[in-house]
């Protein structure tokens, strides 16, 4: 008895087990456009309108509007990110901790959030850098970006010149992101 009830609660597991990848793999397959861009990392990149970024006039998480004009003839980090997105949560130390090895790059914040839930994200993990609430309507600037699937995170490099150096759609990778950083700076110097 005790043998045959093992046999099909095993097989009973196999068959849940079973059912369960089969219906992650629909969910995948019916997710939006924007998110299996991400996981697929499938990216290209349209033209990005960086006089769009610069025209915008955002809040930070004190109300202040502040206009993005501000930071424009400087090496620039810009980070479309949201509060309720875990690859834009699982970067932030990343990003954080290259702001403070690369402190001549300004790095910018971008959440396409609430600011009530950007101020409650940032009491648990604090960054130094400018964090701007842009809101859901924030979509409309990742797109003028060059990002046209809408999917967050995504990171822009810009020159001081005003050109964009990089576009990367998804989590960071601390590394690279330090090696386009490097790149990034030496350009800015020629």
Known sequence: MKRRTLLLGGVGLVAMGAVGVIAWRESSLRAPQANRAVSQAVFVPTPPD???????????????????????????????????????????????????????????????????????????????????????SGIDLVRAMGNSTGGLPYTVLINPDGRVHDQILGQVKAEALGQQLVQLLAGSRR
């Open 50 to 136: 960086v006089e769009a970024l610069f025209a915008a006039r955002l809040p930070d998480v004190q109300g202040r509007d502040t206009p993005l004009d501000a930071f424009r003839g400087e090496p620039l980090l810009i980070n479309f990110w949201a509060t309720w997105c875990p690859p834009c949560v699982a970067e932030m130390p990343d990003l954080e901790a290259l702001s403070k090895s690369f402190n001549n790059v300004q790095f910018v914040g971008i959440a396409i959030d609430t600011e009530v839930n950007v101020k409650q994200f940032l009491q648990k993990i604090p960054v130094s850098y400018p964090i701007l609430v842009a809101g859901h």
